[in-house]
């Protein structure tokens, strides 16, 4: 079986990009991520001692050390699991107390759990996670729930308790030894743990990929450390433990995961939590290009992703590999050439139509060109998507050319569809996202709308019918837009073209589906504009 994707049962799709990875290509190594069935702690607001805490963690590391095994055996070099995948959720500061492990500093000690079980108390589950590194000689990521005592007389910020209690990855090496520690910095509904007193900005260096980067979950919405770590400090690889709960149109798990890889130009494997009640799946191994995911809303299996990709850290690779790959600015789908100058007549026509050009064409091959008829747009209306009031207009007939602005951000869509059963509308948000965490969006959305009225635009749904041929763009004032393409049953597109043009247009474009279209997005967000 090819390494390349190794383990398919269930559902997953490999969408092939701007280069087939074959060996001898360029420097590659083997990743792994486990989406895990976690078994919970039914009464999570209770607390437990140590004994018992330990014992409901052991039911979730057995799991950890049968898919480490499993995935050494098929060559991977690296695993990745999810957050809280070993303790559980919905804790409280008090009731987390028996599952709370020290993890020392590796900046500052050097210590194998495995090799030295007693050098610090109570790090029961440190060893075993250690221990299944050393065994299996791979790198193991892992999220655990972890204490660190501060002295409120030296730091003001120290809990009254006299210790912080982080959400933490751990990262171990193949050998068993703690190499990084992250503490998450964007906590989501997390009462069991403190906020880090500063972003921390971790990474690792590995024997066989070089340098990675670290964060977790609801980290990859805003600037620290996720972007940080890829603009100021040129890290391409990151690991990512994630309990992510799936909400479209906009928020599905591999959703933003594969916007974040394309965008940032980073490899991205991403490990999420199995747990269907509270609508978390999906999980993937992303390159900016292509990706193997796991999306499951009817199972309650795990599901192991093994798959070999390159090596995009630039100072392992080497000149004659080093990608060309610049953070935020957009790539082309091929590099081939006839097949790059037919994506780049796509979008000149695409661009003269959008500027009104009343000879511009909408082509969806040489010989099927069709004039655009700009005149009489449809009227806006408005519509909850995502807790945020979107204004919108509906696509009408099998091709059109639409524009819909909020304040600065002018969202345009040329399009040619397959039919018109279903209900599309285009839609733009520009301000302060409140619900469920606070940041500032710019948002351009093709969405499938879930009945034929205006209040369904939003709703959620995975299914669609009509193929749509596309070039969706606005007028950013941010720089960092994540563009995504999402095709019926959690199909992943990557953009034919995506970039930018006219100093603050960004665009995407994409034809020749093979799946309906749920969503087309670019979504931009506006750190600086976070705390207004």
Known sequence: MSLRVMWTAGFVLCLTGLQLIRAGDRPSYVAAVYEHRVLLNPEPRVPLERRSAL????????????????AARHGAQIIVFPEDAIHGFNYTRSSIAGYLETVPDPKEITWSPCAEPH?????????????????NRIFVVANMASRQSCDGHVDPLCPVDGQYQFNTNVVFSDRGTIVARYHKHNLYFEAAFDTPPEPEYITFTTPFAGRFGVFTCFDILFRDPAVTLVTDMGVRQMVYPT?????????????????????????????????????MTGSGIFTPWDSVVHHDTEGNSGKLLVRRVPVLDPAFVGESYRPTLVPFSGYSKTSRGSELEKAQAWDVNFFSAKQGDPNAQFCRTDSDCVETDPADGPLAFT????????????LKGNKGNLTVCSGSLCCHLLFQRSHTLEFYALGVFNGLHVVHGTYYLEVCALVRCTALHHSSC??????AQTLMDFRLDGTFSTRRVFPGILGSGMTLEVPDHSGWESGSGFYVSRKGMSTGLVTAMLYGRHYEKDNI
């Open 243 to 279: 309990a992510w709960m799936n909400q479209l149109p906009l928020l599905a798990a591999v959703q933003f995961q594969r916007a974040f890889s394309h965008a940032a130009g980073v490899t991205l494997l991403a490990a999420n939590i199995r747990a269907a009640e509270y609508g």
């Open 458 to 463: 939003g709703g959620e749904t995975e299914h």
């Open 119 to 135: 050098r610090f108390p109570d790090t029961e589950v440190l060893r075993r996670l250690s221990c299944m590194a050393h065994k």
């Open 383 to 394: 519509s909850i998507m995502m807790y945020d009031n979107f204004t919108l207009i509906p």
């Open 55 to 70: 014992k409901h963690m052991e039911q979730n590391l057995r799991v950890f050390e049968e898919q480490t095994a499993d």
